[in-house]
């Protein structure tokens, strides 16, 4: 079975200040995905990332960067000089990957980011 | 254009009543879902199709009926409406085919159920 755990429920920071969202993840697969979804106040579901277990290369994308470590199970989610805007719920997110599990994604309970200015 | 798209967006009905929620996605993927996100804000999935064929019926009740007339559309249809079944329900597709997955997962923008 998979698990997702954000240690996280709700980060509150200032306007410019970096901010890193936890993701731990539990599954005795080898190969799945990883993902990160934001929702922001309006209420949708944006897709950010999307990293498979064989892939541990850091990304970076603007001011967003994830960072991939399969010995420690975890999937960190770093906004840099945070604003705003920033200010959502985020998901973090395991796919397995065999099998008949389409799109069966496991999510976390999610960590509101609340950035005042 | 928006990828996926999901009506109506809000939905106020009285309980026992029966309602629909359609979707589109113009992505050209192969797969589609139902997720349902509590009150918690805790995403579960529902639902997935793969080209118009049932693959995940993730024991929801059988008052849930999907229901996909092509690969393009996977409607949910939900009979006897109860106090519980309040929630934002998100549609869902990917690039998916079948024996390979894990494509990326593209939602709509929800549809907001309140059961009064």
């Known amino acids: 079975a998979q698990k997702v755990t954000q240690a996280q429920t709700e980060i509150s920071v200032v306007e410019k200040e970096d901010v890193t969202l936890d993701c731990v993840y539990e599954?005795?697969?080898?190969?799945?995905?990883l993902f990160w979804y934001k929702q922001p106040p309006s209420g949708e579901l944006v897709f950010l990332i999307r990293?498979?277990?064989?892939?541990?290369q850091n990304e970076i994308s603007g001011r967003y960067s994830w960072n991939f470590q399969k010995s420690t199970s975890s999937f960190n989610f770093t906004i840099t000089a945070s604003q705003v805007v920033d200010s959502a719920v985020y998901f973090c997110?395991?796919?397995?990957?065999?099998?008949?599990?389409?799109?069966?994604?496991?999510f976390g309970q999610g960590t509101i980011l609340t950035v005042h200015p | 254009d928006t990828a996926v798209s999901q009506t109506p967006k809000y939905l106020v009905t009285q309980m026992g009543n029966d309602k629909s929620i359609k979707c589109e996605q113009n992505?050209?993927?192969?797969?589609m879902y139902w997720y349902k996100q509590d009150s918690k804000k805790f995403l579960k999935i529902m639902f997935s199709?793969?080209?118009?064929?049932?693959?995940i019926n993730e024991t929801v009740p059988n008052r849930f009926s999907p229901k996909s007339p092509d690969k393009a559309h996977l409607n949910l249809h939900i009979n006897s409406l109860e106090l519980g079944d309040s929630a934002v329900y998100f549609c869902?597709?990917?690039?998916?085919?079948?024996?390979?997955?894990?494509?990326?997962?593209?939602f709509g923008e929800g549809s907001w159920l309140t059961v009064v």
């Open positions: 599954t005795r697969d080898t190969t799945y995905y």
């Open positions: 990293r498979n277990s064989f892939d541990e």
């Open positions: 992505l050209g993927h192969d797969t």
């Open positions: 997110a395991l796919l397995y990957a065999g099998g008949t599990s389409y799109g069966k994604l496991t």
């Open positions: 199709y793969n080209n118009k064929e049932l693959i």
């Open positions: 869902a597709s990917s690039q998916d085919k079948r024996g390979r997955p894990g494509n990326t997962i593209y």
